[in-house]
């Protein structure tokens, strides 16, 4: 087929199933097919295919981004009202590194505001919907990524992710994420971007449908950086130790676990030790239950030169006056607030954070010693299984009355280990399972690796409706 046929195909998908997702926010349908004539016409000039592979791997490939990245000519708001006339003027490093390997972007997608919740939905362009059930939420912040890659309206995409922006999203929409190492891939040109200590938590990555698509793409996007993991080492799976753990131990802030996403957790655990003959090792690691607790505390440290973590009422007000939280409350109680609830309950999280600083110095010292022990747990040769969220995708709003169900994701961004999300088929009410494939740090290979083989057993992305 030629490019110009992919592209126009993916247009008029995004046509066709955008006005009931609401994931691609803003479009660039004229020059992606613009691009895709350029493409077919270098290729009709024939420099020769292994060339052609060598300098643009992603020659003609439709792809999508998160609006909060930077995307020539298109809006960069991230959800907030005051960004509203914001439109990028040049790429966000990825997305250029992307475009320069022949990828063609057809458009932006919707996130939460400011990227820290996890139902994507905002002010300025509404709420994104789950493809499986539009009564569904698609998960944060990178959400409109996820539904848009579920309903097929681009092949590969981009996210980022600080508490699990990247795999919830692939979770609840049954693709592929893949959150890296931390330092690998560079954040730079999204907004907002990670300062001080966060820096050390944000991770900018790939999201797809296929898992095969996920180590191309990591290689653009991380550029040099690559050279930091063993993409090019072979894996052989029955020399991996799997670790195997249920759950985080019963925190009072988290949901129990759904019985169905347990059951496919133990599936996999049956088919490895089955199929490829390996022990799966059982593993109670304590300090995961105060998860949700290291994660806040860590996120708002100082780092080591002693810079404050950046507050989000400072990012709300965005350089403007600041925002006070209580009284946004007042004006959201009477449909007068510019902002979504779940950024006014956040700015008044964060300002309780801050009358606790003793408890906060324990628990980062918590997050630190958890990280050692699970660098030396997962070794050079280890991935552990873990569950991407305790409950299968929510309906919507209901993520406020169990705010804080991320932390399962968000643990694994404070450690700064590798972790591929992975889908494992559909539920009994027909919406995407999936699980969390974690290695040790630099270790990516091995979780990739993991997640192309179970995407084989468990026959990885459905498509929405075909049930």
């Not at 063993?230 to 052989?236: D, F, P, R, T, W």
């Not at 997640?451 to 990885?460: D, Q, S």
Request: proline content about 6%.
């Amino acid at each position: 087929v030629t490019c110009i046929e992919v592209v126009e195909a993916y247009v008029e998908r995004i046509k066709e199933v955008n006005p009931l997702i609401n994931a691609v926010v803003k479009d660039r349908f004229e020059e992606a097919l613009q691009e895709a004539r350029q493409v077919d016409k270098l290729l009709s000039e024939g420099p020769g295919d292994d060339y052609l592979e060598e300098k643009f791997p992603l020659l003609g490939v439709p792809i999508t981004v998160k609006e909060a990245f930077s995307l020539h000519g298109m809006p960069n708001t991230s959800g907030l009202v005051n960004r509203r006339n914001v439109i990028a003027t040049s790429d966000a490093t990825v997305v250029s590194r992307l475009k320069q390997a022949g990828a063609i972007p057809l458009g932006v997608t919707n996130c939460s505001e400011l990227c820290m919740w996890y139902e994507s939905s905002n002010r300025v362009y509404g709420r994104t919907n789950n493809p499986y059930d539009l009564q569904r939420i698609v998960g944060g912040s990178s959400g409109g990524e996820g539904s848009a890659l579920a309903a097929a309206c681009s092949v590969i995409g981009v996210g980022s992710d600080i508490g699990g922006s990247i795999r919830m999203p692939a979770f609840f929409n049954g693709v592929f994420g893949h959150k890296p190492t931390t330092g690998v891939v560079p954040n730079d040109g999204q907004f907002p971007n990670a300062r001080g200590v966060r820096t050390s938590f944000l991770c900018t990555g790939p999201m797809c449908r296929y898992a095969e698509d996920l180590e191309p793409m990591l290689r653009v996007m991380a550029g040099p950086g690559v050279n930091k993991l063993k993409l090019n080492e072979k894996v052989s799976l029955e020399k991996i130790k799997f670790h195997c753990m249920d759950h985080d131990g019963g925190s009072i802030f988290v949901s129990p676990v759904d019985k169905e996403i347990l059951q496919a957790q133990k599936k996999v655990v049956e088919h490895l030790e089955g199929e490829l003959g390996v022990q799966v090792q059982r593993v109670a690691i304590h300090k995961m239950k105060y998860s949700f607790q290291i994660w806040s505390a860590m996120m708002s440290s100082k780092d080591s030169d002693g810079q404050e973590a950046q507050l989000f009422t400072d990012l709300l007000g965005d350089h403007g006056k600041p925002v006070w939280p209580l009284w946004e409350l007042m004006k959201w109680l009477v449909g007068m607030s510019s902002h979504t609830l779940p950024a006014i309950a956040l700015g008044l999280t964060e300002k309780l954070m801050k009358l606790n600083p003793g408890g906060n110095a324990k628990l980062v010292s918590m997050g630190k010693s958890l990280q050692e022990e699970m660098e030396a747990l997962l070794g050079p040769d280890g991935v552990l299984l873990y569950p991407s969220h305790p409950t299968i995708a929510p309906r919507h709003h209901s993520p406020i009355c169990m705010p804080f169900n991320f932390a399962y994701t968000a643990i694994f961004n404070v450690l700064g280990l590798p972790v591929t999300q992975c889908p494992l088929g559909l539920s009994s009410e027909g919406l995407p399972l999936g699980i969390q494939l974690v290695a040790a740090s630099y270790n990516d290979h091995l979780t990739l690796a993991v997640a192309r083989y179970l995407e084989e057993a468990f026959g990885g992305w459905v498509l929405p409706g075909k049930v």
